[in-house]
């Protein structure tokens, strides 16, 4: 069936530093792909999505390259900022279903 | 964007009692929302497609008869966990896609955290 594989955390990191979060995905058909982030005590927002392959989605410095080939959806920033700890889950939706990977907890140290 | 709350946010019960969290979707209307459940660390396990004006569909292993789901207009889903356990502690999410389509983004509550004495 359709799955999401993220890497696991947690991770942290220092102030500034580059960050990439793995995501894979097994889906038949063309799937759609998403970020979603949970910040402490909330529920889950969009960060950024994807619907087609080599689509990149991008928002608040983050971005993501929806690859068919690798079926990968890695997330990647630049340069952290602590307002940027929380947990980030990879998600895949084909049809009317979701599928979200387990998540990865990101701390950022100043 | 869409906004979709959830209430409460949190709430302690004792064993045995039931509890209601409610699902609305403030600015938008739903014909389907989604409740998942979320261990510590863990991913968001579907629990169940509430469908207004008709029974929600339950994933496999989710017992419906413990947690019983009403979707009574298009703006309201409720979940509610019947003689709760410890074992039903979690955090419990709910999400709303508007209008009728399958497709588009989904829209998250905040989480309803329960804690079973």
């Known amino acids: 069936g359709d799955s999401v594989t993220q890497m696991e955390g947690p991770v942290t990191l220092s102030e500034e530093a580059f960050l990439t979060i793995n995501c894979t995905y097994t889906a038949t058909g063309y799937p759609s792909l998403f970020w979603y982030v949970q910040y402490p005590g909330e529920g889950l927002q969009l960060l950024l999505k994807a619907t087609k392959a080599d689509d990149k989605g991008s928002n608040k410095g983050f971005e993501a390259t929806y690859r068919k080939e690798t079926t990968s959806f890695h997330l990647e920033k630049g340069s952290v900022q602590v307002s940027d700890s929380a947990v980030y889950f990879c998600?895949?939706?084909?049809?009317?279903?979701?599928?979200f990977g387990t998540g990865t907890s990101l701390t950022v140290i100043p | 964007g869409a906004v979709v709350s959830q209430h409460p946010s949190w709430v302690i019960c004792k064993s045995g009692t039931s509890v209601k969290i409610e699902c609305r979707s403030l600015d938008f209307q739903a014909t389907t929302m989604f409740w998942y459940r979320q261990f510590p660390k863990q991913s968001l396990m579907l629990m169940a497609t509430s469908n207004e004006g008709s029974k929600a569909t339950y994933e496999q292993g989710v017992e419906k008869d413990k947690f019983l789901i009403n979707h009574a207009s298009l703006t309201l889903s409720t979940l509610t966990v019947t003689s709760a356990h410890p074992e039903d502690s979690s955090f419990y999410i709910c999400?709303?896609?508007?209008?009728?389509?399958?497709?588009?983004?989904?829209?998250f509550g905040e989480g309803s955290r329960l804690t079973v004495l």
């Open positions: 999400s709303a896609r508007p209008g009728g389509s399958n497709t588009g983004e989904l829209f």
């Open positions: 998600a895949l939706r084909t049809g009317n279903q979701f599928y």
